[in-house]
């Protein structure tokens, strides 16, 4: 591992900037940075590797949907609660478009015409929100993100979160290398490869609808899809493009707090304005 | 029978007469609307017989984001008097339409009334357009104006404006004798609205951690009230009840031991009297947060470092056992 000099020197980074973090911010950001780094820094490959980079970037439209019908799915039942209905819509939506591209379904006109939908859906239910009951939810937050507001709690839900899709993605990550690589192949060989289709969509959904808050919609579209692009670009090993992804993804949250906390800015400008330096920097190196 | 259907006729067409002269009475009054719900009450207390009020935003409703709709265009086309606050995206539409003179009614704007205290906010020293007539003073002068302009509008009734103003003053003067302020402390708020309420209390505002509506917070701004909180003997932590920073700021006013106190939202009342009798209440039964418990300047339980160092070690160890696999 320590032979890659790239790996190396993003550890020693992301190792250094993590320990001043700790000592000069309040814990609970650190926390939730680190932890909202290594759920996209797992989740950005395995979307990479079933090149399904288009519906990644879908998903932040399709959570900012189910969550402003969840809230308005609560109010009127009053049952479950906006978090729960949020989910459901959202995996639904999904895993609806996603098989349709598995089945063949050309994923240009599948993600066109599901952005449409949503988009016109978060309008029309962010305006009965706004005129029924805007104060009691921010929808800001929700495009803005507020990670600096995060609670005790919120970071516990994102701790479970986190792991639940760090372990899906190493464990699939291989299967995930091969539906990206020879999907043909992989339809003849693996009789319930709906099934993983269906979890890798889920977990896709479930962390996109619980990082929303946190991040926005906003930068979700960059978090998702540039640690795996960065990592692309460094390495052509699937093994260490999982660990670049990572390494990637935790420096460019943590240096993204320390530059929000000097320059007294918004954390989720600075992260995705960081993000972007990796990545240019990765274009440099390949080249 | 002829004589019984003459009668019948005769019920009939008076019942019509006396039914268009209550309209007629109806429309001799003034149509008022207010564009904030808080001032529907108080305008309500106002008025002389016939007189409506119509408020824009419905309570529950967050005015910043409210657009006018089409009818909302003709209710105001309709109004002989407009009271706003002037402030929010809705309400500077409706001071354009006002300019343009495609309204007709009278435009009674809150900052514009002369001698209206508006605070400067402590942070980006910016006017604070937010809850302007939550401070008494310029609730009173904002009364005064909108009686006057009344009295202009329909003399007849001057009378009673006056009388009617008069007792809503008393109101507000027996609440401001009544009110139990904690005395001159430092404060920090939550939301903007707050600083003209924290400022009738006495409290003088050195924070406000979100800065204007919708906009998220900045670190140095939570550091600085952290730092605040740390440093001062009696200061109070001012939030609105269910607003997205209102834990944050209770868990440390928990851990630094200062006056907490959550007030409803102003935008879930009718009246701007009724809000400031809910905080003399509030006020009243307020007390300690709880006892101080300083973690090493850490703003975290134990049990959540322990849990979250878990699931950091947990995940590590996955990644390790899954690189040695390969």
């Not at chain 1, 993003?10 to 700790?22: N, Q, V």
């Not at chain 2, 009818?71 to 995206?89: M, Q, R, W, Y």
């Not at chain 2, 009344?150 to 001057?158: D, G, I, T």
């Not at chain 2, 605040?228 to 997205?244: C, E, F, Q, Y």
Request: hydrophobic fraction near 55%.
């Amino acid at each position: 591992m320590l032979k890659n000099s790239v790996i190396l020197v993003l550890f020693i980074i992301a190792f250094l900037t993590s320990l001043y973090a700790y000592l000069v911010v309040p814990f609970e950001w650190v926390a939730v940075f680190i932890l909202m780094a290594l759920l996209y820094g797992f989740l950005s490959p395995s979307i990479a590797a079933r090149k399904l980079f288009f519906l990644a970037i879908e998903t932040p439209h399709a959570s900012l949907f189910a969550i402003a019908l969840g809230i308005l799915i609560y109010r009127a039942l009053t049952l479950l609660n906006e978090f729960a209905w949020a989910v459901i819509i959202g995996v639904i939506l999904v895993n609806i478009v996603g098989h349709f591209i598995s089945a063949g379904v050309d994923p240009d006109v599948a993600t066109s015409v599901f952005v449409s939908f949503t988009a016109a859906g978060s309008v029309l239910a962010i305006y009965y929100i706004l005129s029924r009951y805007s104060i009691q939810y921010n929808m800001w937050a929700v495009v803005l993100g507020d990670p600096l507001l995060v609670t005790q709690r919120d970071i516990i839900i994102l701790a479970g979160i986190t792991l639940a899709v760090v372990v899906f993605c190493i464990l699939l990550h291989d299967i995930n290398v091969y539906v990206g690589a020879d999907p043909d192949h992989v339809k003849l060989s693996l009789r319930m490869l709906w099934l993983y289709d269906t979890a890798f969509y889920t977990i896709l959904t479930i962390s996109s609808i619980a990082l929303l808050k946190l991040v926005g919609f906003i930068l979700e579209h960059i978090l998702l899809s540039l640690p795996a692009i960065i990592a692309s670009n460094m390495t052509s090993s699937s093994k260490n493009a999982m660990l670049v992804s990572v390494l990637s993804s935790i420096n460019s949250s943590i240096i993204g707090l320390l530059i929000a906390v000097k320059l007294n800015i918004a954390p989720a400008a600075s992260i995705g304005f960081i993000a972007l330096v990796l990545y240019l920097a990765s274009l440099v190196r390949r080249g | 029978m002829k004589k019984s259907l003459l009668m019948l006729i005769a019920v009939a067409l008076l019942l019509h007469l006396v039914s268009q002269l209550s309209i007629a009475w109806a429309r001799n009054g003034l149509n008022i609307v207010v564009t904030f719900p808080f001032l529907y009450n108080d305008v309500k207390a106002l008025t002389c017989r016939g007189d409506t009020v119509i408020s824009l935003v419905k309570p529950g409703i967050d005015p910043h984001e409210y657009q006018l709709t089409p009818s909302d265009v003709n209710v105001i086309k309709e109004a002989d008097l407009i009271i706003s606050t002037g402030h929010a995206p809705f309400e500077v539409r409706i001071r354009d339409l006002v300019s343009s003179e495609q309204v007709r009614g009278k435009l009674v704007e809150l900052p514009s009334i002369e001698g209206v205290t508006v605070l400067k906010h402590p942070q980006t020293g910016a006017p604070n357009y937010h809850g302007i007539q939550f401070y008494p003073q310029n609730y009173a002068l904002l009364i005064e104006t909108i009686k006057s302009a009344m009295e202009v509008l329909r003399p007849e009734c001057a009378e009673v404006y006056e009388a009617n103003a008069e007792k809503l003053l008393q109101d507000l003067s027996i609440i401001n004798s009544t009110v139990n302020r904690p005395g001159k402390l430092l404060a920090v708020v939550d939301l903007p609205v707050l600083q003209y309420v924290a400022a009738w209390l006495g409290l003088d505002v050195r924070r406000v951690l979100i800065k204007e509506e919708g906009v998220p917070i900045t670190p140095q701004d939570y550091i600085e009230i952290e730092r605040l909180l740390s440093l001062t003997k009696g200061a109070v932590v001012m939030v609105v009840r269910g607003s997205i920073a209102e834990e944050k700021l209770e868990n440390l006013a928990k851990r630094y031991g200062v006056l907490f106190i959550a007030l409803p939202n102003p935008l879930a009342y009718n009246g701007t009297l009724d809000y400031l009798k809910t905080v003399t209440q509030v006020v009243s039964n307020m007390s300690l947060a709880t006892e101080p418990s300083f973690v090493k300047g850490f703003s975290i339980s134990t049990a959540l470092i322990i849990g979250v160092v878990i699931v950091v070690i947990l995940i590590v160890s996955a990644v390790l056992y899954t690189w040695s696999r390969r």
